[in-house]
Each structure stands twice: as structure tokens, then as C-alpha cells.
């Protein structure tokens, strides 16, 4: 059974910093992408970032673009978003998900909560 799990959430100040964790539990076969996407209240799921297996390709949404980085360690089945120049905006709950291709399989959500 695959589970994916979220850390790092938290409450920061305008221009602070949070990094994230996602790890995949359990096995999947072959090559997945993984990334993240969030939620703002009454808002609807939107891409945040998403990273290749290699990692040699990376995709952002404009409005993190230059901010966030998202990378990964394959062998701890584990990536990691840093965000850095946090802004009030960015004030969501956090969802990694993994992409074997197949299909997609999503975390629980962590929440992070930035104040001006």
C-alpha cells in the first residue's frame, strides 16, 4: 500500500522561509514525477510545482517561480519544496502527489500559514 506524507507546514511571517517534505511509503514500480499543489480556503487545487524522476526537470507556477524550489533524494523516496520569500498569498494547504503514470496518488495536506 502507498501512502504519501507530508512535513514542514507551519505559521511564518511575510518574507520567512518553510520547507516542506513529502516521502512515498511503500512501493512503486517504475518512475514517477512528484510535486505539489494547494488549496486556499474556498479556493481550488493549483499546481504549485512538480519535479521528473531524474530531476533534471522542474516546472512552477508563475506566482512561485523564483521563490520555490523543489527537489528530490530518490533514494529516501523523498522531495523537498523550499520556500523562501513567503508572502500572505501563499497561505494554503499543502498536497504533494505522485505520478507513476498510472495514476496519482496524494497526501493529506499540510498547512502553511504565512502573516503580514
Known amino acids: 500500500q502507498v501512502e504519501v506524507i507530508e512535513s514542514g507546514g507551519g505559521a511564518v511571517r511575510t518574507g520567512g522561509s518553510l520547507r516542506l517534505s513529502c516521502t512515498v511509503s511503500?512501493?512503486?514500480?517504475?518512475?514517477?514525477?512528484m510535486g505539489w499543489h494547494r488549496q486556499a480556503p474556498g479556493m481550488e487545487r493549483l499546481f504549485v510545482a512538480s519535479?521528473?524522476?531524474?530531476?533534471?526537470?522542474?516546472q512552477y507556477a508563475d506566482s512561485v517561480k523564483d521563490r520555490f524550489t523543489l527537489s528530490r533524494d530518490n533514494a529516501k523516496k523523498t522531495v523537498y519544496l523550499q520556500m523562501d520569500s513567503l508572502k500572505p498569498e501563499d497561505t494554503a494547504i499543502y498536497y504533494c502527489n505522485v505520478a507513476p503514470g498510472w495514476g496519482t496518488y496524494w497526501g493529506q495536506g499540510t498547512q502553511v500559514t504565512v502573516s503580514s
Open positions: 519535479i521528473s524522476w531524474s530531476g533534471d526537470t522542474t
Open positions: 511503500g512501493h512503486i514500480f517504475g518512475t514517477y514525477a
